[in-house]
T-cell receptor, first 115, second 115 residues
Framework: DQQVKQNSPSLSVQEGRISILNCDYTNSMFDYFLWYKKYPAEGPTFLISISSIKDKNEDGRFTVFLNKSAKHLSLHIVPSQPGDSAVYFC??????????????FGTGTLLAVQP | EPEVTQTPSHQVTQMGQEVILRCVPISNHLYFYWYRQILGQKVEFLVSFYNNEISEKSEIFDDQFSVERPDGSNFTLKIRSTKLEDSAMYFCASNHPGTGDGEQFFGPGTRLTVL
């Protein structure tokens, strides 16, 4: 049951350039989409999120775009820095009964930023 | 900055033994979660917990698993009789309802190795 998909297992970019990580989903009932960054042997770290009622959210070097008609979201990192090298997970959740539901994760994309 | 903590960082056990993984969520959070990540796979939801009861559990969370909030700060995951396939990283997460876009904050994880 792959409700959230990240089709690129890895991505390599040059320092200073833009990194674009992509994510597709199948469940139109998702209310929130989130990006997490993960280093080996550490827990996922929340990066940025977007509500389904928006199409863009920006926080510093990170911008998430949501295209609901295509069921697609992307994370843009600009400029990319070597410290951004990590696995990036896309996640989605739906809200019911006033509570926040489980996160459903994609398989992750390993980003390598070359100095 | 408050953070989720987990102990132990690494647990090695024999097949059939009971293990208890411990978590201290962020103090003003009300929703608690356990996830796991088998090596090389995606992060998977196990269970959510609110108001001293399970809100939702996945099909992975069978009768061998249980969760408890024994006091005001700890949140535990017990596996009664471990199997080889329970070897994974186990992550605890927490969040507060109504804030942000449902982001959950993860602990550093416990690596469980079942021999």
């Amino acid at each position: 049951d792959q409700q959230v998909k990240q089709n690129s297992p890895s991505l390599s970019v040059q320092e200073g350039r833009i990194s674009i990580l992509n994510c597709d989903y199948t469940n139109s009932m998702f209310d929130y989409f989130l990006w997490y960054k993960k280093y080996p042997a550490e827990g996922p770290t929340f990066l940025i999120s977007i509500s389904s009622i928006k199409d863009k959210n920006e926080d510093g070097r990170f911008t998430v775009f949501l295209n609901k008609s295509a069921k697609h979201l992307s994370l843009h990192i600009v400029p990319s820095q070597p410290g951004d090298s990590a696995v990036y997970f896309c996640a989605a959740s739906s809200r019911y009964g006033g509570a926040t539901n489980k996160l459903i994760f994609g398989t992750g994309t390993l980003l390598a930023v070359q100095p | 900055e408050p953070e989720v903590t987990q102990t132990p960082s690494h647990q090695v056990t024999q097949m059939g033994q009971e293990v208890i993984l411990r978590c201290v969520p962020i103090s003003n959070h009300l929703y608690f979660y356990w996830y796991r990540q088998i090596l090389g796979q995606k992060v998977e939801f196990l269970v959510s917990f609110y108001n001293n009861e399970i809100s939702e559990k996945s099909e992975i969370f069978d009768d061998q698993f249980s969760v408890e909030r024994p006091d005001g700060s700890n949140f535990t995951l017990k596996i009664r009789s471990t199997k080889l396939e329970d070897s994974a990283m186990y992550f605890c997460a927490s969040n507060h309802p109504g804030t942000g876009d449902g982001e959950q904050f993860f602990g550093p994880g416990t690596r469980l190795t079942v021999l």
